[in-house]
């Protein structure tokens, strides 16, 4: 019992440590495009 208890402890400690080091190393960075648009205003003289 006590070894299956340590597994459960390491496992989650490599996935603690895994989702960290892809936190920080991973291109999360968002794809930047400059976007124009015409826009048609209905103003009243």
Same mark, same amino acid.
């Given at each position: 019992m006590l070894r299956l208890?340590? /597994?459960?402890?390491f496992l989650a400690l490599v996935?603690?440590?895994g989702l960290?080091?892809?936190?920080y190393?991973?291109?999360m960075t968002p794809d930047?495009?400059?976007?124009?648009e015409p826009?048609? /205003?209905n103003v009243v003289k």
């Open positions: 208890l340590k /597994l459960i402890i996935a603690f440590i960290t080091g892809y936190a190393l991973g291109d930047r495009a400059e976007i124009s826009v048609e /205003l």
